[in-house]
């Protein structure tokens, strides 16, 4: 072999060792290292809500567990096997998938793959929104709902488009945007019964159904056996729990009848016993409300000392509201209630007066003031001066609370008179002037109107009255005081043009309080 021919042979070997040696680098350029795993960035990315458009950000590693760079495919199957294909795009290993819409819940797999064999694949667990509504749906009565939109883990969806569809109740379907907050109002008027449908995505993530005008309420107390027990019986229907309970005797409601206002404003159950001892139903219900406060109403002849030293041995705080007599009782009262610039004043031996009013009373904070029908009392003189009200608003007519007491007030003060012929047509007046049409949800509650010794020949009235004003005052109710067998007439005429307003209605307190058939009356009168 010539010299020349020797080195072409030698640049050509060694040029093949060099191709050789170099031959997997070359490779690795031409076909880098393949998909092998994926991670999402977040929990959001893995957990989406149906019907929503969603982007997943993925990050890619290869098989050498580095970031993984290339071009990519992607697709998400269903249970049953049905594969759709989505856009994605990224590099240095982050990647997003766009405008993913998956129409049913359950868990999906996400497939990415590249053109070298390898591929990558997670779970994705498709979920409703989560949905609450604030309000109610009222047949024939203009409402407003207040609709909440979260994801599953409570984070709010907000600038979300969303469909209350109608149509079913005789009203339209509606596009809605949430707010940031992922809130939204809408209001409604149903001319039928059915329900409203909240859509998100094209699926109904709530059904709200359109509640009836009237419900019978039935009765609280029906087997109660004494005041005692039915005054539990309230408080356990109307709270779960109660920093503070109010107590008073369970033979007469003079000293406690203007305490429904007080109730109100430390939402106190009223709950009654006897005059000497504490009451182990009481004591019970105390326990179960987790109390810790006990206001009692009247002097030591109207609950005895040993009641309150039962109260303070079990370690709640104890506070005597009391006067001389009830007069000064309820100038007491008012001074924990304060004044908006009203204060109501009734005769203090005319119960059914201050009863009547004091659902309204509590309502609106005023403080019921008693006095002596023929002479201002001084305790009321006295308390009005320190509350300096605007108004006066007498409770009863002269027979009550005399003319001249009027007169007395009228120097001072702006007066004004609720008062009929007889308890019921008063109680109709302050139901006319002060029942809220406004608010067109009211809840009645029924109770007896034998409210005192005189009532019942020198027994033992009937207290429910009392005790239910508190629960009526917390949910935005008032009471009615009925004879147990009949209904008067102003009463049922104020019923009859009112029922649209009242939402439901309740009887209080056993068949000898209000009997079964002045019930069935009064559902029918008020059904609409």
């Not at 010299?3 to 070359?26: C, Y």
């Not at 109610?136 to 469909?163: A, F």
């Not at 649209?500 to 209080?508: A, F």
């Amino acid at each position: 072999m010539n010299h020349k021919k020797k080195r072409i042979m030698t640049l050509f070997i060694s040029t093949l060792i060099l191709a050789l040696l170099l031959s997997p680098q070359l490779a690795l350029a031409v076909n880098p290292p393949p998909l092998s795993y994926l991670a999402f960035q977040s929990a959001s990315d893995q957990t989406l809500i149906v019907g929503d458009n969603n982007t997943i950000h993925v990050i890619l590693y290869d098989d050498n567990s580095a970031l993984f760079s290339g071009s990519v495919t992607a697709y998400i199957s269903d249970a049953d096997g049905k594969v759709t294909y989505y856009s994605i795009g990224g590099s240095n290993g982050n990647y997003t998938v766009s405008n993913v819409v998956l129409d049913k819940t359950g868990d999906y797999s996400l497939v990415i793959y590249d053109g070298n064999g390898g591929d990558a694949s997670g779970t994705i667990t498709v979920v409703n929104a989560s949905v609450s509504a604030t309000g109610s749906l009222v047949l024939n009565s203009k409402q407003t709902v207040t609709v909440k939109l979260t994801d599953p883990d409570g984070n709010p969806l907000g600038r979300k488009s969303v469909t209350v569809d109608g149509t079913e109740v005789g009203g339209n379907s509606a596009p809605y945007t949430t707010l940031y907050d992922g809130t939204f109002n809408f209001s409604m008027t149903p001319s039928k019964m059915g329900n409203v449908n909240i859509l998100y995505g094209g699926h109904v993530v709530l059904s709200l159904a359109v509640e009836p005008a009237y419900k019978n309420g039935g009765r609280i107390g029906s087997y109660a056996a004494d005041n005692v027990a039915l005054s539990v019986e309230i408080a356990h229907k109307g709270w779960t729990s109660a920093n503070t309970v109010i107590i008073t005797r369970d033979d007469l409601v003079a000293d406690a009848m203007v305490a429904v206002p007080l109730s109100k404003k430390f939402d106190a159950p009223i709950l009654m016993t006897p005059t000497g001892s504490l009451d182990s139903r009481v004591m019970g219900e105390i326990s179960t409300l987790g109390a810790r406060t006990v206001l009692i109403i009247g002097g030591t002849g109207a609950l005895s000392e040993d009641v309150e030293k039962s109260l303070a041995a079990r370690d709640l705080r104890v506070i005597r509201i009391a006067g001389a007599d009830r007069t000064e009782t309820a100038s007491q009262v008012a001074s924990w209630v304060g004044s908006p610039g009203t204060v109501f004043l009734a005769n203090a031996y005319a119960e059914p007066d201050a009863l009547a009013a004091s659902a309204f009373a509590a309502a609106k904070g005023i403080p019921i003031l008693l006095t002596e029908g023929d002479v201002l009392s001084s305790a009321a003189q006295e308390r009005l001066a320190a509350l300096k009200p605007s108004e006066v608003v007498i409770l009863g007519g002269t027979g009550v609370v005399s003319q001249s007491v009027e007169d007395t007030l009228s120097q001072t003060y702006t007066v004004r008179r609720l008062g009929g012929q007889d308890r019921y047509e008063t109680e109709q007046l302050i139901f006319q002037e002060y029942f809220n049409i406004q608010t067109p949800q009211s809840s009645l509650y029924f109770t007896s109107a034998l409210v005192t010794t005189a009532d019942v020949g020198g027994g033992k009235p009937f207290a429910d009255a009392l005790p239910t004003a508190a629960l009526a005052a917390k949910t935005g109710g008032f009471i009615v005081a009925v004879p147990s067998k009949n209904l008067p007439s102003t009463i049922s005429t104020f019923l009859l043009y009112n029922k649209g307003y009242i939402s439901t209605s309740t009887i209080i307190g056993n068949t000898s309080a209000v009997s079964y058939d002045l019930e069935q009356q009064l559902q029918k009168l008020l059904a609409h």
